[in-house]
């Protein structure tokens, strides 16, 4: 079992930064695949980036390519995102997930619980 909790979102203007993390409980973080969603106000959930086990390997949206950058931690059991150049269309919640693959669908095992993320104009 894997509990997730977001943190670091919060409101910033359009080309702010921000850094959110993701705690994770458990002793098998590191074997974990770790993947970031987010879900805008009347929209559907969507895939933002992920990243193996190991940390090796990452993938992104094509909307955040380039903004984004998706990290672990496994010695502090977290998972990070740094969003730069934000816009008023990244504003959504954000969610963690846990997974065995490092995938853009949502199959994943594990999700937390989200973080808002406001981006003003």
């Known amino acids: 079992q894997v509990q997730l909790v977001e943190s670091g979102g919060g409101l910033v203007q359009a080309g702010g930064s921000l850094r959110l993390s993701c705690a994770a409980s458990?002793?098998?973080?590191?074997?974990?695949?770790m993947g970031w969603f987010r879900q805008a106000p009347g929209k559907e959930r969507e895939f933002v980036a992920a990243i193996a086990w190991s940390g090796g390997s990452t993938v992104y949206a094509d909307s955040v390519k380039g903004r984004f950058t998706i990290s672990r931690d496994n010695t502090k059991n977290t998972v990070y995102l740094q969003m730069n150049s934000l816009n008023p269309e990244d504003t959504a919640v954000y969610y963690c997930?846990?997974?065995?693959?490092?995938?853009?669908?949502?199959?994943?095992?594990?999700w937390g619980q989200g973080t808002q993320v406001t981006v003003s104009s």
């Open positions: 458990g002793r098998t973080f590191s074997s974990y695949a």
């Open positions: 997930a846990a997974g065995r693959v490092a995938g853009t669908s949502f199959s994943y095992n594990y």
